[in-house]
Every structure is written in structure tokens, then in C-alpha cells.
């Protein structure tokens, strides 16, 4: 979708940034795993199919993606992006004839970043940007039987369970974005600071090249004199 091709999204745990394809190995080396390709329930993809699948993304309407970043790690420039993906979020306008359903995902990829309420405050962050900037006003969620963790994650956010599918073996919840909850969501994203993404991005390679030239700097100079 193109209307977050360029926004960054800084919460308190996490920095949320379009997904682009310098994020794509990593995203692939994270869907060779049986256990996240049973939670989302996705087939392997050839890396090639990764980089396609990650244009679709980008350039399809019905599709919002974010990557999820360690805003801990982020905050080093030193670190690069990639070495600070800890997961994806993504909202689905699943009906054509209804663009204000949305189905929304989340996956914490990174095993040492589960936990640690990352997943809940993803999750409100992506809803307060739903319900802003693209109209959403019903939400759900399709989770795994299995994936008990989510599943008690988004009950807690209010999701309702509606049906469960013994066949695909997951449960859909739903949350109805009522003026109370719109009201809370509304006041959680003005909390939430969006940024240019590509301009905070240069800024932080930016910053990596001046310690650099610094650095040679101080290694090249004269001593100090005594005197």
C-alpha cells in the first residue's frame, strides 16, 4: 500500500518502517522456520518469491505493511536496520465491498523479543493507524488454535471470538471500533511520533558517516602539544 511508503511510526518499545526489500533476506531466513511458518500459516517461498511477495506489499491497496524494528537496537546508528527486525505487522481490507473491515496480523519473529508486551503495543499502534489514516471501523484477527499466547493477547485488546474453523484449525476474533474505542485509539496514535521515514533513515546513516570521519579524523591529528 503506497500511503506508508515513506512513514516511520516511534512507539515505546518499537519503531514500525515500510517493509523494503533490503529487509527481504532476513524476513526469508525467518520463514524457513516450521514453527513460524505453522503460527502464520504460510508455505516457504524461494527468495525470489520473498522479493515479489514484498512488491505486492508495497504497490497492492488492500495491503498496509510495517516491519517491526527493536527501537533499543534502532537507537544506535551504529546497528544496521536489519540487525534490529524483530517481527511484521500487516492490516488486510479483505472486502472489496466493505473498506472498512480489516484483517490484521502480527508476528513477533525474534523467540528473545516475545513476551515482553512488544506484540500488545504493535498491535494497538497498528489499530490506531487503521482506524486513522485508512477509515478502518471492524477488526479481526485469524490465529491458530494453537497460538494461545495471541489468541489471549488479542481478548485482552478487546477481540471478540466469533467462529472458529476446526478444518484450518484457527480462530477468528473481532473488535468493533465503536466511539469509545475510536475515541482511545485516536488518543493512543497522537502519542505515537511519525516521522519521514527516508529522511530519519538518511539522518542516521548520517550520523554513522560523522563518528566515522570523526574517528579518522582524531587517528590521523598531530598529539596535542605540552607546552
Sequence with gaps: MKINENTLLEGNKVVLVPYNAEHVPRYHEWMKSPELQQLTASEPLTLEQEYDMQRSWREDDDKCT???????????????????????????????????????????????HRGKGIGKEVTRMMMSYGVAKLGVQKFEAKIGLNNKVSIAMFKKLHFQEVSVCQVFREVTLRATVDESVRATLLEDFAH????????????????????????????????????
Design 66 to 112: 510495517f516491519i517491526i524494528l527493536d527501537k533499543q537496537r534502532w537507537a544506535d546508528s551504529r546497528v544496521d536496520e536489519e540487525q534490529c527486525m524483530v517481527g511484521d505487522v500487516n492490516i488486510f481490507l479483505t472486502d472489496p465491498t466493505d473498506l472498512t473491515l480489516a484483517e490484521l496480523e502480527i508476528m513477533i519473529a525474534e523467540p528473545g
Design 192 to 227: 505515537v511520533e511519525e516521522r519521514d521515514y527516508g529522511q530519519t533513515r538518511s539522518g542516521r546513516r548520517g550520523h554513522v558517516s560523522r563518528r566515522g570521519a570523526q574517528k579518522t579524523s582524531s587517528c590521523g591529528a598531530e598529539p596535542p602539544s605540552l607546552s
